[in-house]
């Protein structure tokens, strides 16, 4: 036969169809070995721990004075003291995350129990959360306590969700304390220190316009001695200007007086205040039931990937010369 006749035998074979019933064999054994492979990974995950989900919740305190701080806070900007009656929460997210807080989380020392496998009898351990994480270097624990302790914020409602995962309720709870105990700590701490800046800087402008106020009297004092006390009917324009703005800075400086000392004694009480400045919704729930781990959808990806696999790897010639057809 020549070199023609071989050409169009070639040509014939790759041409033909692939046989009938070709899918229903080739999934066959790729299903038998899946579906083994299911049964094995369904009785390995049953073994599993479970893990358990506390969830806490704050609301911030809002930072803006009371009624009757509403002008004087107007007026802080005015005079020197910027940052009275502004909303801190923007920063809780960042305290929550921040190595500050895991460092002193990875210090803490916890005592709860767990089962060491789903069916396990509870063991009582104690150990710090850095023991229990298990990482060996600070960095690596540190950010495993970050995927431990997750932290979520609505911009709507400004409500901040604090969720601990482990595989102990009891541990989930108590991290969940103890997070909340450490923002609230650091926010007194941060709310004294500037309450106590406030109250310095407000005395010392304090001082100032007390020294300002009695410059301000004694030049009233000398013009009204100089013969100027009926200026009010005076028939001299100039002398009811200046005697205008002698009583202008006068009322101007007893105004300061009176609205730097009234900031003055906020500031004070807000150095002294240990008063929370976040509501606490939830202070963390002792969960009941498991958050996970999904053995069913883990029981699913194991049999979809070994059947997809094993069903790709015995079907390639024959996709292959489907393809090249």
């Known amino acids: 036969m020549g070199d023609a006749g071989r050409m169009h035998v070639d040509m014939e074979s790759h041409s033909q169809p692939l046989p009938s019933g070709w899918l229903l064999h080739s999934l066959a054994r790729p299903l038998r070995l899946a579906l083994a492979a299911a049964i094995v990974a369904a009785l390995g995950v049953i073994f599993l721990p479970n893990d358990y989900l506390s969830v ?3 609301l911030p305190a809002s930072d803006r004075p009371l009624a009757g701080f509403a002008q004087m ?6 005079l020197g003291l ?3 009656g502004q909303d801190s929460d923007g920063v809780y997210g960042e305290v929550l995350s921040s190595w500050w807080l895991h460092q002193r989380l990875l210090a803490t020392r916890f005592q709860f129990r767990q ?11 104690d150990l710090t959360w850095r023991e229990y994480l298990g990482e ?21 409602t400004r409500a901040i969700t604090i969720e601990v995962e482990t595989r102990s309720a009891e541990l989930s709870q108590a991290v969940a304390h103890r997070v909340l105990a450490l923002l609230g700590g650091y926010l007194l701490e941060q709310e004294s220190a500037r309450g106590g800046s406030k109250a310095r800087f407000a005395q010392a402008r304090l001082g100032e316009a007390e020294q300002a106020m009695d410059q301000a009297e004694a030049a009233m004092k000398r013009w009204l001695e100089d013969g100027h006390d009926n200026y009010l009917t005076s028939l001299d324009p100039a002398l009811r200007l200046e005697g205008a703005h002698l009583e202008q800075a006068l009322a101007l400086g007893r105004q300061r007086l009176v609205t730097l000392t009234a900031l003055h ?11 929370p400045s976040l509501n606490v919704l939830d202070e963390g729930n002792l969960p009941e039931r498991k958050s ?7 029981v699913m990806a ?4 070994v059947f997809l696999g094993d069903w790709l790897r015995r079907s390639r010639p024959a996709l292959l010369a489907a393809l090249d057809r």
């Not at 806070?73 to 005015?78: G, K, S």
């Open 292 to 298: 996970g781990p999904q053995r069913g959808l883990m």
């Open 56 to 58: 806490a919740k704050v």
């Open 302 to 305: 194991c049999f979809g990937l």
């Open 136 to 156: 060996p270097t600070l960095d690596q624990a540190v950010q495993s306590s970050r995927d431990h302790v997750r932290v979520r914020r609505d911009i709507k």
């Open 265 to 275: 004694e906020q500031a004070l009480l807000e150095e002294k205040n240990d008063i």
């Open 73 to 78: 806070a107007a007026l802080a900007p005015l």
């Open 115 to 125: 089962r060491p496998w789903r069916f396990g009898a509870p063991r009582a351990r």
């Open 82 to 84: 910027g940052g009275l």
